[in-house]
């Protein structure tokens, strides 16, 4: 890449990326040399009119969202201009979550604490740019567009295929229109359900799939609840069985079968919360005490006392063997609400 000697960034030698739409150089300021390192994201010449529509859509968005966990532009060209480019910060030492699964350092990689604050960030920032005055929707949200620094606080990169809501989609017809198997149904092309914030949703519990399993995405969202459910990926880490309650929030065709940011970050907490208890899973919850969280549950042969005998149906009396706390649970609610997890869409 050749930036003119007129602008006030000059490239290091380093290509921070390239795609068929331009490429992405390591720059500093020449007033500073020795100073910060910034990333200039340059469009390639000659390409048709929507895409300098959409590159200069790219940097009217960014450039007005602050937020910790989104890249930050400082310098951008003109419309006009006979040369297309924009600066951003290029945070030391960050790699893209895909590069990290790739090379087989991601320190998400079978970590369901570390994968929920991942989550946490990206949910974070939807719920921050489905808050602005023209809300934004970024459409493209996947492992590549995922920067991640070394103390795992990351930054959101890349809203070439953003799109305010309510406003009109710029779609190339040369070009892929988002990463594939990340991107919500209603974004593909011909799709009829209105793009919004719950479009990046999905892509959030995809992303969280990912980091955990260290996993390219699955195609549409079945798998997620039968073939590549956590209990059969993970069949002896149960620890990993309460993140389907995030996925059956977020991996689902019908954008109104998603939950909104501010309750999946309130699930994300409670979720964390179980797993750091030690609280036993829905599909142990017939079996292990989800008070101490120690002992097992064994039937309560005095139930009747409490309960008359029968016990209301579909009742079952349980009793802690280790803290002595006696339970009564619905056993068929808790079959109903697994066997309907199973089916979902």
């Known amino acids: 890449m050749r930036i003119p000697e007129n602008l006030r960034w000059k490239s290091t030698g380093r290509t921070l990326g390239e795609g068929g739409q331009g490429a992405v150089c390591e720059v500093v300021d020449?007033?500073?040399?020795?100073?910060p390192r910034w990333a200039l994201k340059a469009l390639a010449k000659d390409k048709p009119q929507r895409a300098y529509?959409?590159?200069?859509?790219?940097?009217?968005?960014?450039?007005?969202?602050?937020?910790?966990?989104?890249?930050?532009v400082v310098d951008h060209s003109q419309k006009g201009?006979?040369?297309?480019?924009?600066?951003?910060?290029?945070?030391?030492?960050?790699?893209s979550l895909r590069k990290l699964m790739d090379s087989?350092?991601?320190?998400?990689?079978?970590?369901?604490?570390?994968?929920?604050?991942?989550?946490?960030?990206?949910?974070?920032?939807?719920?921050?740019?489905g808050g602005q005055p023209q809300p934004v929707v970024h459409r493209d949200l996947s492992p590549a567009n995922i920067l991640v620094l070394p103390d795992e606080t990351i930054k959101v990169i890349d809203f070439g295929l953003c799109q305010v809501e309510g406003g009109t989609t710029i779609t190339l017809a040369d070009e892929g229109v988002g990463t594939v198997n990340y991107m919500a149904p209603e974004c593909e092309s011909g799709a009829e359900e209105q793009i919004s914030?719950?479009?990046d949703v999905y892509s959030a519990g995809k992303i969280l799939w990912s980091a955990f399993t260290n996993q390219r995405a699955f195609s549409r969202e079945t798998p997620a609840f039968n073939s590549k459910s956590m209990k059969v990926l993970f069949p002896d880490f149960r620890e990993a069985w309460h993140l389907q309650y995030i996925f059956e929030a977020t991996i689902r065709r019908l954008p109104s079968n998603r939950?909104?940011?501010?309750?999946?970050?309130?699930?994300a907490r409670r979720t964390k919360e179980s797993i750091r208890s030690g609280r036993p899973p829905l599909e142990r919850m017939l079996q292990e005490c989800p008070l101490c969280c120690q002992g097992d549950l064994r039937p309560f042969d005095q139930s009747y006392v409490v309960f008359g005998n029968p016990p209301p149906k579909g009742i079952v009396a349980l009793q802690c063997e280790n803290c002595g706390y006696c339970f009564a649970i619905n056993r068929e609610k808790i079959e109903e609400r697994l066997n309907r997890a199973t089916n979902l869409d």
């Open 197 to 199: 914030s719950r479009s």
């Open 104 to 129: 087989g350092t991601s320190p998400y990689d079978g970590e369901p604490q570390k994968s929920l604050d991942l989550f946490t960030q990206i949910v974070g920032v939807i719920e921050y740019c």
């Open 30 to 35: 020449k007033d500073k040399p020795d100073g």
């Open 259 to 267: 939950a909104n940011p501010a309750y999946l970050l309130l699930l």
């Open 53 to 72: 529509e959409r590159f200069y859509r790219e940097i009217a968005v960014v450039k007005e969202l602050n937020h910790k966990n989104i890249i930050r």
């Open 81 to 95: 201009a006979a040369f297309h480019y924009y600066v951003m910060e290029a945070p030391q030492g960050g790699n």
